[in-house]
């Protein structure tokens, strides 16, 4: 389930992160990171709270208080991890974690029938979550960039990971 978001998060995060001229490229898995992030600290937290039926709400819809407290914080953190500014940070968030939240529900577009709450209120409480964010946050991030970014298609020269060799390539 968590590959899958990660995956539903990148392909909404085309055009608002990875084509976004505001957004530096080095910075584009980390705010993809941060996306995910942002989401599932979120459904956890309602989980341990008891709140599961809040989830549903923010997947219904982009204005629920809590789908609103997601884009915040999302753009908090990307500004404050990033360097994004004020304005761009909130563009991205308006535009990424409503698409996202619809496209779990099964509001988006090639997403089949999204994901089930039952799976996701599972995943965010089994430990998959501690590790899923775990190994975004720190530990061995560029793996993980490597990771993401082979999945973007960055790996220009086919070696199994993203740095800079694959940058030089973008270029010729």
Known sequence: MLEQLTQLIQQSGLQS???NPEVPNQYNDGVIA??????????????ENGETDKVEGALESADHPVAQNIQQNFA???MEKFGINGATA???????????LGAMK?????TGNGFNIQDILASV?????????GGLGGGNLQST????????????????????????????
Request: proline fraction near 1%.
């Open 145 to 172: 960039i490597s990771n993401i970014g082979g999945k973007l298609g960055l790996d220009k020269d086919g070696d199994g990971d993203v740095d800079l060799n694959d940058l030089t390539k973008m270029f010729r």
């Open 90 to 100: 909130a563009s991205i968030a308006a535009a990424l974690i409503p698409a996202v």
């Open 34 to 47: 941060e996306a995910q992030h942002s989401i599932l600290s979120t459904f956890s937290q309602l989980k």
């Open 17 to 19: 992160v990875i084509n």
């Open 125 to 133: 409480t089994s430990g998959n979550l501690g590790g899923a964010l």
């Open 76 to 78: 908090g953190n990307i």
């Open 106 to 110: 099964g509001g988006g577009q090639g």
